[in-house]
């Protein structure tokens, strides 16, 4: 049997990228998998279409995380459908990046409240559906930029710092009540915000991972999988780094 045959999972942020990844795999897993967007709805259904090809179930909602309103009314959504939430993936995030003496006020509350308020409350939301069935697993994802320094990146540095805070606190508040949350910090990968950064940087940073490369997208996949399975039920609150050595 699949890992998560019979499992109702929603990943947030997954209309490419890492989230697709994540979704796929779950889907692969035999998860019917929710996958949340914002704005990029053609890609979302590129990759609902591309689980439903491969045998899988899918099926797209749009959110703004920004907006606690639309949290909820995506939530009641999915649990409305699927009568209840096993997992949820809060993957979602935006960048703004610059130099913090100069960041403009707007950058900094922007992410902010997409990367950290945005996890918080659907962790919220999505603890209540878990809360009546006394299981579920949360995986936030988190970034190396969070333990390490981050250059140019202070706003969403200080917002997954702030993701593995809340991840501890409400894997020690929540475990009691059969629900896990744990969190995945991915370093450098192949795909996502990744893509977009100037390639010198890339090259010079490679140069500092003792693995030699990049990570790839199913390698984080893998990682989140197994933190929202039964094989990781007695891990809670912890921050699984995957990052070929990066942070060592």
């Known amino acids: 049997m699949k890992r998560f045959e019979g499992k109702t999972v929603f990943v947030t942020g997954a209309s490419r990228g890492l989230g697709a ?3 796929r795999a779950f889907a692969a897993e035999g998860a019917s998998v929710w996958i949340g967007y914002r704005v990029r709805e053609n890609e979302a259904l590129e990759t609902a ?3 439903e090809k491969a045998g899988g179930k899918a099926q797209c909602v749009a959110f703004d ?3 606690p309103e639309d949290v909820e009314k995506a939530f009641d959504t999915v649990i409305k459908d699927a009568g209840t939430l096993d ?3 809060n993957n979602a995030a935006v960048n703004r990046d610059g130099p913090f003496a100069i960041m403009d006020e707007s950058a900094w509350i922007d992410v902010i409240d997409a990367d950290l308020n945005g996890t918080a409350r659907c962790c919220k939301a ?3 559906a878990m809360w009546r069935a006394r299981k579920g697993a949360i995986v936030n994802i988190a970034s190396i930029a969070g333990p390490m320094a981050s250059p140019g990146q202070a706003n969403y540095a200080a917002s997954k710092g702030g993701i593995i805070a809340l991840t501890r606190t409400l894997g020690a508040e929540l475990a009691p009540k059969g629900i896990r949350v744990n969190a995945v910090v991915p370093g450098l990968i192949d795909a996502g915000m990744t893509t977009k950064v100037d390639s010198r940087f890339l090259d010079e940073k490679r140069k ?4 030699g490369r990049l990570g790839y997208a199913d390698e984080v996949a893998r990682a989140v999988l197994f933190l929202a399975s039964d094989e990781a039920s007695y891990i809670v609150g912890q921050a699984l780094v995957v990052d070929g050595g990066l942070t060592l």
């Open 21 to 23: 990844s994540m979704a």
């Open 65 to 67: 995380m920004r907006r």
């Open 87 to 89: 997992v949820l993936v």
């Open 208 to 211: 500092r991972i003792p693995a």
């Open 126 to 128: 999505g603890i209540r």
């Open 49 to 51: 279409t591309s689980i």
